[in-house]
């Protein structure tokens, strides 16, 4: 049995990742942070005495930043593949804490592959790397040999542990491989990005529990894929024979504004935009009553306002292809924070 180690396991990707692992038969262990509150909800599923894998799933108390007791967790489990998704990963954050992000998308990642190096059998790393990496990028779409250049403090902090990744793969021959991933969404992202603030937002005005949405640059644009397609393909990059870099995206792009107007209309809730800039407001076309309304807070000191992955690599290496990307993403999610909230009245 192939044994696995996610740290980061209660986030979105790590709970849709150790299912997929559990489903193919491995023994997933996961690294839990101490905290005041128990965070577990996305994979309290997983740990029901009735739940079917239960027992191949094992949590541990660590922190990515306490390096001894990571390499004793790392001893103790011996895993053959280790999979790199934590640590602070909101961009907009990343400005107000900068120093905690850097810690724990940089160093922490050099200490994770220190570990590693030292390790008396082979393990297979998985790191988590960023689209923002690319941040103000010389050239659209963005692929493997496009040169950093990133332009938020969580971007630097990812570059920095993306080349050290491949400098530990150069230098000390490990099988580690960096994930460049643009956004990826779904029902169990945090509300504090905007896919989900939309989504719930529309969900909660649809059902009387909210009458406005405040949003920041309506203009910005992400190219959006489906969370549980790229777990897959973090597994598919850990099983191929020689490690190395993917860019994970869609290829496509959508921008605020049209994520809000899909997941809107998702919910037979029409949206119309007028004015710029934080003049801009969005009315709902059957009562005229505003919903949306664009707020100077959410806008970022500095944004990465195009960025548009080339997954040729992993399409043509690994037969890696996304297949739910922007507006269909948005009404996928719209419709579950609809059947969510309405399932709870
Ligand atoms: O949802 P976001 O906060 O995601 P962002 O900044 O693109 O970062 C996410 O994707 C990256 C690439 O995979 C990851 F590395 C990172 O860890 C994270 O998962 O913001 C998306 C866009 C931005 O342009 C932001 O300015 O939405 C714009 N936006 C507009 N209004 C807003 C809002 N973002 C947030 N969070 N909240 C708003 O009200």
């Given at each position: 049995?192939?044994?696995?180690?996610i740290?980061?396991?209660?986030?979105?990707?790590?709970?849709?990742?150790?299912?997929?692992?559990?489903?193919?038969?491995?023994?997933?262990?996961?690294?839990?942070?101490?905290?005041?509150?128990?965070?577990?909800?996305?994979?309290?599923h997983?740990?029901?005495?009735?739940?079917?894998?239960?027992?191949?799933?094992?949590?541990?108390?660590?922190?990515?930043?306490?390096?001894?007791?990571?390499?004793?967790?790392?001893?103790k489990?011996a895993?053959?593949?280790?999979?790199?998704?934590?640590?602070?990963?909101?961009?907009?954050?990343?400005?107000?804490?900068?120093?905690?992000?850097?810690?724990?998308?940089?160093?922490?990642?050099?200490?994770?592959?220190?570990?590693?190096?030292?390790?008396?059998?082979?393990?297979?790393?998985?790191?988590?790397?960023?689209?923002?990496?690319?941040?103000?990028?010389p050239?659209?779409?963005?692929?493997?040999?496009?040169?950093?250049?990133?332009?938020?403090p969580?971007?630097?902090?990812?570059?920095?542990?993306?080349?050290?990744?491949?400098?530990?793969?150069?230098?000390?021959?490990?099988?580690?491989?960096?994930?460049?991933?643009?956004?990826?969404?779904?029902?169990?992202?945090g509300?504090?990005?905007?896919?989900?603030?939309?989504?719930?937002?529309?969900?909660?005005?649809?059902?009387?529990?909210?009458?406005?949405?405040?949003?920041?640059?309506?203009?910005?644009?992400?190219d959006?894929?489906?969370?549980?397609?790229?777990?897959?393909?973090?597994?598919?990059?850990?099983?191929?024979?020689?490690?190395?870099?993917?860019?994970?995206?869609?290829?496509?792009?959508?921008?605020?504004?049209?994520?809000?107007?899909?997941?809107?209309?998702?919910?037979?809730?029409g949206?119309?935009?007028?004015?710029?800039?934080?003049?801009?407001?969005?009315?709902?076309?059957?009562?005229?009553?505003?919903?949306?309304?664009?707020?100077?807070?959410?806008?970022?000191?500095?944004?990465?306002?195009?960025?548009?992955?080339?997954?040729?690599?992993?399409?043509?290496?690994?037969?890696?292809?996304?297949?739910?990307?922007?507006?269909?993403?948005?009404?996928?999610?719209?419709?579950?924070?609809?059947?969510?909230?309405?399932?709870?009245?």
């Amino acid at each position: 049995m192939k044994t696995a180690l996610i740290i980061g396991i209660s986030g979105q990707d790590g709970s849709y990742l150790a299912e997929y692992l559990l489903e193919a038969g491995y023994a997933v262990h996961g690294l839990v942070r101490r905290a005041s509150m128990f965070n577990r909800s996305r994979i309290d599923h997983l740990r029901l005495a009735t739940a079917e894998h239960q027992d191949r799933l094992f949590l541990h108390y660590g922190d990515l930043v306490d390096v001894t007791s990571l390499r004793r967790t790392l001893k103790k489990i011996a895993p053959h593949e280790v999979y790199h998704l934590a640590g602070q990963s909101h961009v907009g954050l990343s400005f107000e804490i900068p120093e905690v992000t850097c810690q724990e998308n940089g160093m922490a990642t050099l200490g994770l592959i220190e570990i590693l190096r030292d390790l008396d059998s082979p393990v297979r790393l998985y790191n988590a790397s960023s689209s923002e990496i690319f941040g103000a990028p010389p050239a659209s779409p963005q692929n493997e040999e496009t040169s950093m250049n990133p332009v938020n403090p969580y971007g630097c902090a990812k570059a920095f542990g993306t080349q050290l990744c491949r400098v530990y793969r150069q230098s000390y021959g490990l099988f580690v491989c960096n994930g460049i991933a643009y956004n990826h969404e779904s029902p169990r992202r945090g509300e504090n990005f905007v896919t989900r603030k939309i989504s719930l937002g529309a969900a909660r005005i649809k059902l009387g529990q909210q009458t406005v949405l405040e949003l920041g640059n309506l203009d910005a644009r992400r190219d959006w894929g489906y969370a549980p397609e790229y777990v897959n393909a973090m597994w598919l990059m850990l099983q191929a024979e020689t490690p190395r870099d993917y860019v994970l995206a869609t290829g496509g792009t959508c921008s605020i504004r049209d994520f809000a107007i899909a997941a809107f209309d998702e919910l037979r809730l029409g949206l119309r935009f007028e004015g710029r800039g934080v003049d801009e407001i969005g009315r709902r076309t059957d009562t005229g009553e505003v919903v949306v309304r664009v707020a100077a807070r959410y806008f970022r000191p500095a944004e990465s306002l195009e960025l548009v992955g080339d997954a040729s690599l992993v399409r043509q290496t690994l037969g890696w292809t996304p297949k739910i990307t922007g507006s269909g993403l948005a009404r996928l999610m719209a419709k579950a924070d609809f059947e969510l909230l309405a399932a709870d009245l």
